[in-house]
């Protein structure tokens, strides 16, 4: 057990040293060859942040173990709404840009809604895997497209967001640092994996809840150490901006290339297709009033948010142990605390209709 504890804890160091080194890298790599910085950080930033959840769940989905692949994304995501976008925004309401509310808010949400029909049928099949990654593909050459619309001074700031020193400028720097952020990835991903599934077998825990509660938040602490930092730094919409895209490239790219490369179809689990997709799918929709009321995710609603990823981390231990609590917990979330959220998203979107009508 002590073994497995250290291989886990290594390898997600691994994971969050090796996405650090891979963004820097390629982001310093394809402005020296001319690709525009709103593609940048809209692609390779992105991918960066969702690096770790990639290597996880093809290692996983390499070496049989689809409840982790799958239960990472899916967990991964929901802790990038529920926990990441609630911590950051009871730091600071969050303020939202239009392109978020207008185009990559929808378009998470369609992924989504896309992702749980695919997999209604208990698998993701190669052809289904392809159409996420060509969605992902369309969606990069949309973004190439929209960026060279993109004002100047837009250029401008989103180039000071990536690290710029003399020795950064170095391509062979720029190289080393992909290399080793891919090689850590790979070997921080291995580990990883290997040590969740020991420890799941030791505890009597399934894969799937490992991949849903460590493993995914374990793979998310990219997204949490850039949104927690952006909220920090004023920088707002790139907190909600981060999660948004890391979601999209989470469905499309992650789920999307495992379900490419394995060759049977990646597997869904039967408890992730009857509760832990519908919850992914019903967190992307929450994000809709919550952007659309003021432009901003207010501390009540990071509040709200933090409350339910607690409230859904209970319920996976609890229905773990098949403690008869479960049901008892289960039945007071849907009969008070789902109701009481609609109502206060409702409430919400009323008050802010008049303001916003008139701005």
């Not at 820097?24 to 960066?48: E, Q």
């Not at 895997?129 to 929209?146: C, D, E, N, P, S």
């Not at 339910?308 to 609590?325: D, F, G, H, I, M």
Request: hydrophobic letters at 55%.
């Amino acid at each position: 057990m002590l073994t497995n504890a250290l291989f886990f804890v290594l390898g997600l160091a691994a994971l969050v040293l090796g996405a650090e080194l891979l963004v820097r890298g390629a982001a310093r790599l394809a402005l020296s060859v001319g690709i525009s910085p709103l593609v940048v950080g809209l692609t390779v930033v992105a991918f960066g942040t969702s690096a770790p959840e990639l290597a996880v769940s093809i290692d996983a989905a390499f070496g049989g173990n689809a409840d982790i692949a799958v239960g990472n994304v899916v967990g991964s995501n929901i802790a990038n709404v529920l926990l990441i976008l609630g911590i950051s925004a009871l730091i600071v309401p969050l303020a939202v840009h239009n392109q978020v509310i207008r185009q990559e808010a929808p378009i998470m949400v369609g992924a989504s809604l896309l992702l749980l029909v695919f997999a209604l049928d208990g698998d993701i099949d190669r052809f289904e895997g392809g159409v996420l990654f060509a969605a992902l593909l369309v969606y990069t050459v949309y973004l190439i497209r929209q960026s060279r619309a993109a004002s100047v001074t837009e250029q401008e700031e989103l180039a000071g967001d990536i690290p710029d020193t003399p020795w950064a400028r170095r391509r062979s720097v720029q190289l080393a640092l992909i290399v080793a952020g891919l090689v850590l990835l790979v070997a921080g991903a291995h580990w990883l994996v290997e040590a969740a599934s020991a420890v799941a077998r030791s505890l009597g825990v399934s894969d799937l809840v490992v991949g849903l509660t460590v493993v995914a938040v374990g793979t998310s602490l990219p997204e949490l150490a850039t949104s927690t930092v952006a909220a920090l730094r004023g920088e707002r919409d790139i907190a909600v901006g981060n999660i948004v895209g890391s979601n999209i490239f989470n469905i499309c790219a992650v789920l999307g290339l495992s379900g490419l490369i394995s060759p049977d179809g990646l597997h869904v689990p039967e408890a992730a297709l009857a509760t832990d997709l519908w919850i992914m799918a019903a967190t992307a929709l929450a994000c809709l009033p919550a952007l659309f009321t003021d432009r901003e995710i207010s501390r009540e609603e990071g509040g709200l948010f933090l409350a339910w990823y607690v409230a859904y981390a209970t319920w996976l231990v609890l229905s773990t142990r098949q403690s008869e609590a479960a049901a008892t917990f289960s039945n007071l979330i849907l009969g008070y605390a789902l109701p009481a959220t609609i109502v206060f998203f409702i409430v919400d979107i009323v008050r802010h209709a008049k303001p916003r009508t008139n701005a």
